[in-house]
């Protein structure tokens, strides 16, 4: 899957399994200006199924994943229509 | 407590909780079948089997029972879900709830005003108008029969703004309904324990991606974690427990060899890799030069025990067909060997969990 290459931030949960990425996701994005990229690191591959998921049901537009050995590095960016994303 | 404002808003926002089961899930589509926005809340309990699942990381699971199903349920219904962490005050109710337990270690009254609660809160906060379950009246014994409803609505203190919408026509109208917030011919009137109309209502909605079974995701219903789980209560105060130990209840074969002391012996390479994992305190054994299950230890064994835990050991070894095997004991630094038989199995279940 194509993904970016370059992030506006990154947000390393490596070690952490669901829900804590997510939630640590849902906290960062939150705080970011709609139009600004995310990075999400992950060692959890169930993530590339609910972070998509989650984009999905909040709006943010995902952008895809990269391998990197064992660990996933995931793109968000933040939408307008975060106005549904609490 | 403030009551949301009873003025006919612009817009309806109805907070419900959504595990990702077929009936939360119906819950939130016939709301959204009468133009209400929704948002839905997804709680983390700790005892969530795909979480557990997922924590274990079997290269052979499936990815769909390792998901988190009300992130997928928001995905498909097209709603926002937020993530919620339960933690320590949930594990504080389920170790001493005020409404006990149904017949495995579920506090179900108690787990439903938590949530419940919690949604309210988050309705204040946010501004939502009313709360919303997929309850149905009838369909589980300890939390959703008709008084158990009322209780749960009297204790969370929202009286008036919890709507049910899959047994509303079972029950008094609601706040929401009586002021047109939501039309109450729209809502459905399901009861009792079978699952048809449900599933009826699953296909002209063409919903058909949801957990199976219902309500099967929850280790507090489930009796092998119940036995492990009121085990633990028994030997330890309450209030003593950990969230850590709660987790490894879930993993492994589990053995109770006195008052004071208990083992653990993982069940595969997985679990090793998973019980290392855990900065535990008391003693390690492991058979020597072969393949070996990691067992730990809870309590201080005397010699006579560790001769028993380092045979325990032995017999889920791969050398449990040879008659002497060496194990080793490890805590602090410290290393000590036991040449043990392994244990005979009519022996091993007189301790099992
Ligand atoms: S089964 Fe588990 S999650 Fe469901 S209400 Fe009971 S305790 Fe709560």
């Known amino acids: ?86 | 407590m403030s009551e949301p404002s009873t003025r006919r808003p612009d817009r309806i926002r109805a907070i419900g909780l959504l595990s990702g089961g077929l009936d939360s899930t119906l819950a939130a589509r016939v709301l959204l079948e009468q133009g209400l926005e929704v948002i839905g809340l997804h709680y983390s309990t700790g005892f969530c089997m795909n979480d557990h699942r997922r924590a274990m990381a079997r290269p052979e699971e499936d990815p769909k029972r390792m998901r988190n199903e009300g992130l997928r349920a928001g995905a498909d219904l097209g709603i926002p879900i937020e993530v919620l962490d339960a933690g320590e005050a949930y594990l504080k109710m389920v170790l001493n709830p005020k409404h006990g337990y149904g017949a495995k270690a579920n506090p179900c009254i108690d787990c439903r005003i938590f949530m419940i609660h919690g949604a309210a809160g988050y309705m204040r906060e946010h501004g939502g108008h009313f709360v919303f379950t997929g309850e149905v009246l009838g369909q589980r014994p300890m939390s959703q029969h008709m008084q158990a409803l009322r209780l749960i609505e009297k204790e969370c203190g929202i009286e008036g703004y919890l709507l049910r919408p899959l047994s509303a026509k079972h029950l008094p109208p609601t706040l929401p309904e009586q002021l047109g917030w939501v039309d109450r011919e729209k809502l459905l009137g399901i009861s009792g324990r079978s699952r048809k109309e449900q599933m009826a209502w699953s296909t002209t909605w063409g919903i058909s991606d949801y957990p199976q079974p219902a309500g099967g995701c929850c280790y507090l219903a489930d009796e092998n974690f119940a036995r492990r789980f009121h085990d633990k209560r028994l030997h330890t105060e309450p209030e003593q427990i950990r969230r850590e130990e709660m987790i490894l209840l879930k993993v492994g074969r589990h053995f109770r060899l006195s008052p004071r002391v208990k083992i653990i012996v993982a069940r595969d390479q997985c679990e090793n890799q998973f019980l290392s994992r855990f900065d535990l305190p008391g003693w390690r054994f492991e058979a020597l030069d072969c393949g070996s299950p990691l067992t730990v230890v809870e309590g201080e064994p005397d010699e006579d025990l560790k001769i028993l835990i380092a045979s325990i050991t032995a017999r889920y070894s791969d050398r449990r067909h040879e008659p002497l095997v060496e194990v080793a004991a490890r805590k602090d630094g410290v290393e000590e060997r036991h040449l043990v038989p392994p244990v005979a199995d009519q022996v091993l279940d007189r301790f099992r969990l």
Not at chain 1, 2 to 14: F, K, S
Not at chain 1, 25 to 54: F, H, Q, Y
Request: hydrophobic residues 40%; glycine residues 4%; aromatic residues 6%.
């Open chain 1, 1 to 86: 899957m194509n993904a970016p290459v370059e992030a506006d931030e990154v947000l390393d949960t490596v070690g952490l399994y669901c829900p804590v990425p997510i939630i640590k996701t849902a906290e960062r994005i939150r705080k970011m200006e709609a139009g600004r990229t995310l990075a999400i690191l992950s060692d959890d591959r169930v993530i590339l199924i609910d972070l998509p998921a989650w984009c999905r049901s909040t709006g943010h537009e995902y952008l895809g994943y990269r391998q990197e050995s064992a660990e996933y590095r995931l793109f968000v960016r933040k939408t307008r229509a975060s106005a549904r994303t609490r």
